[in-house]
C-alpha cells in the first residue's frame, strides 16, 4: 500500500526451498512507485520500483533464529543505497527426521571427536590461528581428517561459527588438566570468540548507534550456545587459572621451560577472560589483583614449606632453638631459603606475566616474606629462658645477619613507598642488654683474676703505669677489641 513512512515495518513471513546450502541468500528492497509513470516502466523493464538496497546473507551464519539489523549495500556500481533492515532468519533441513535440536547433535559431535582424538589417541591441540577466516568459519580445531567431518555438519546445519568455538573452549576448560599446553589454545579460542562479537555489534552499531557494549550484551543474550552455559563455562576456566597460580612454584617449576610457557599462558588467558567478560557483562574485576592475590598465596605456602623442610622430623621444641644444631641454624637456612625465592621470582616468573601490572613480583615477595619472618622471630628473645641456650654473642651474629638481609633486601624498596617499618632492632633489645652484661661480668672476672695473678707472682708495674703488666694488656685487649 502506499505509504510515506521512512521506517516501514512488514511483519511478513516468507518460506522457500534452498537447493544449495553453499548458495547465498538474497534479500533486496524496493520502493514501489504508484504512478503512472511507475507502471509504465515496470510493463517494459520489470523494475519499475526503486531500488532501495540488497544484503547477501551467507547460510553458514544464520545458526538459531534471532533479530538482526543488516546494513542495504549496492547491486551496482552505480546504485544510491542507504537505511538498514531487520530480518529474523532461520534454516530447517528438509526431510530428514529430527532426533534433536540441531545444535544439540552438533555438541555431540564435536565432543565426541574431540574425546577421541585427545583423550585416547592423544593428539596434540590444533594450533588455532588469532583471526576467524573471511568466509566467516573458524581455524581447523583439530589437525587430522576430523576437521571436515565438524565441518561437514555445521555447513549442512547452518551451525554458526560462534557456537563451534564456545564448544570447543567448554571442552578445553573441562579437560585441560589433562591436556599439555591447553592455555596456550584457550586464549585464542576465547579471543576468537570476542572478536566474532565484536564484529557482529560493529555491524549492528553502525546501523542502530547504541554502542558496542550494549549491542554485544544484546547479541550475548540471545546467543545459541545460552548465556548463563558460557558464563558458568568462563567462570569455572577463571576459577581453575587461580587455583593454579595460587601454587605457581608448584605446578610451574622453575626449571621446566615448558611449564613457563603454561605460567605465561596462565596468566594471558585471565587478562583475555576479563576482557570478554567486560564486554559481555559490562564489569569485570583486574586482572592485575586477580594474579596478585592468587600469587600472593603461593609465598605465604612458599613460606610455610621453607619452614617445614628446616625442621628435624620428630622434633617438636622451638625450631631456632635446637640444642642438637648450630646456634640458630634455623634462622639462617630462613633467610637463605627466602633470598633464593626472591631472585627466582624476580628472574624468572616476574618477566612472564603480562603488563601492565599494578605490582611487581619481585616486591611483592620480598615483602611477603618479611613479614612472615617476623612472625617467626620477634618474639624469640622475649622469654629469658631463650637468651640462656645458647652464647650471647651468637645471638649478636644472628643480629648481624638479619640486618644485613633487611638492608640489602628490604631497604631498597624504601624508595618505593613498599616497604614495612623498621622493627627488627626491637627484637633482638633483650639479647643485646643479656650480652652486655655477660660480656661485663665475665671480663671483670678475667680482669680480677690477673690481678690476683700478678700479685701471687710479685709482677712489677711497668714504665710508669700503676698495674700490672699482664693485667694492663687484658684491658688494653678488651677495649680495643
Request: contains cysteine; proline residues 5%; glycine residues 4%.
Amino acid at each position: 500500500k502506499p505509504s510515506k513512512d521512512r521506517n516501514p515495518t512488514w511483519n511478513e513471513e516468507f518460506k522457500f526451498e534452498c537447493d544449495n546450502i553453499l548458495e547465498p541468500i538474497k534479500v533486496r528492497v524496493w520502493n514501489e512507485r504508484h504512478n503512472a509513470w511507475g507502471k509504465l516502466t515496470q510493463a517494459f523493464t520489470s523494475e519499475g520500483d526503486t531500488f532501495l538496497g540488497q544484503k547477501v546473507i551467507e547460510p553458514m551464519t544464520l545458526g538459531a533464529a534471532r533479530s538482526i539489523w543488516y546494513t542495504l549495500g549496492k547491486r551496482t556500481p552505480d546504485n544510491i543505497v542507504s537505511g538498514a533492515i531487520n530480518l529474523e532468519v532461520s534454516s530447517v533441513v528438509s526431510g530428514e527426521f529430527l532426533i534433536a535440536p540441531y545444535h544439540t547433535m552438533y555438541s555431540l559431535l564435536h565432543e565426541q571427536l574431540f574425546l577421541y582424538q585427545h583423550i585416547k589417541q592423544k593428539e596434540e591441540l590444533a594450533p588455532l590461528r588469532n583471526k576467524l577466516n573471511k568466509d566467516g568459519n573458524i581455524p581447523p580445531v583439530f589437525q587430522s581428517d576430523t576437521q571436515a567431518i565438524v565441518d561437514a555438519f555445521a555447513l549442512r546445519y547452518a551451525i554458526e561459527p560462534q557456537y563451534r568455538l564456545m564448544v570447543h573452549m567448554k571442552l578445553l576448560v573441562d579437560h585441560s588438566t589433562i591436556l599439555p599446553q591447553t592455555y596456550f589454545v584457550l586464549n585464542h579460542v576465547v579471543n576468537l570468540i570476542k572478536d566474532d562479537f565484536l564484529q557482529q555489534a560493529a555491524e549492528q552499531n553502525s546501523i542502530l548507534g547504541i554502542g558496542l557494549r550494549k549491542i554485544m550484551q544484546t547479541i550475548f543474550t540471545t546467543c545459541s550456545f545460552g548465556r548463563n552455559e558460557f558464563i558458568k563455562s568462563l567462570d569455572k576456566l577463571l576459577t581453575q587459572l587461580r587455583m593454579e597460580l595460587q601454587q605457581y612454584r608448584v605446578i610451574y617449576p622453575v626449571n621446566e621451560e615448558d611449564s613457563l610457557k603454561e605460567f605465561a599462558s596462565n596468566c594471558e588467558l585471565i587478562g583475555t577472560v576479563l576482557t570478554l567478560k567486560e564486554h559481555l557483562l559490562g564489569e569485570a574485576p583486574s586482572r592485575s589483583e586477580i594474579i596478585r592475590s592468587s600469587m600472593k598465596e603461593c609465598i605465604q605456602q612458599t613460606f610455610d614449606d621453607i619452614v617445614q623442610q628446616n625442621i628435624p622430623e620428630g622434633y617438636e621444641g622451638h625450631p631456632g632453638l635446637n640444642k642438637d644444631k648450630e646456634p640458630f641454624e634455623f634462622y639462617y637456612y630462613m633467610l637463605d631459603g627466602m633470598e633464593v625465592v626472591e631472585n627466582e621470582d624476580r628472574q624468572v616468573y616476574q618477566p612472564l606475566i603480562p603488563k601492565p601490572t599494578n605490582f611487581i613480583l619481585g616486591d611483592m615477595v620480598a615483602i611477603e616474606m618479611w613479614e612472615l619472618f617476623t612472625t617467626l622471630i620477634q618474639d624469640l628473645f622475649q622469654e629469658e629462658e631463650n637468651l640462656k641456650v645458647f652464647e650471647p654473642i651468637e645471638a649478636i651474629r644472628l643480629f648481624t645477619s638479619v640486618k644485613n638481609y633487611y638492608q640489602d633486601r628490604i631497604t631498597p624498596l624504601y624508595k618505593k613507598g613498599v616497604t614495612p617499618d623498621l622493627q627488627f632492632p626491637y627484637w633482638f633489645e633483650p639479647a643485646i642488654k643479656f650480652w652486655i652484661e655477660d660480656f661485663q661480668n665475665k671480663h671483670l672476672v678475667i680482669v680480677n683474676n690477673g690481678w690476683d695473678a700478678d700479685k701471687q707472682k710479685t709482677f712489677e708495674p711497668l714504665n710508669k703505669q700503676t698495674y700490672s703488666a699482664s693485667a694492663f694488656d687484658m684491658i688494653d685487649y678488651f677495649h680495643t677489641g
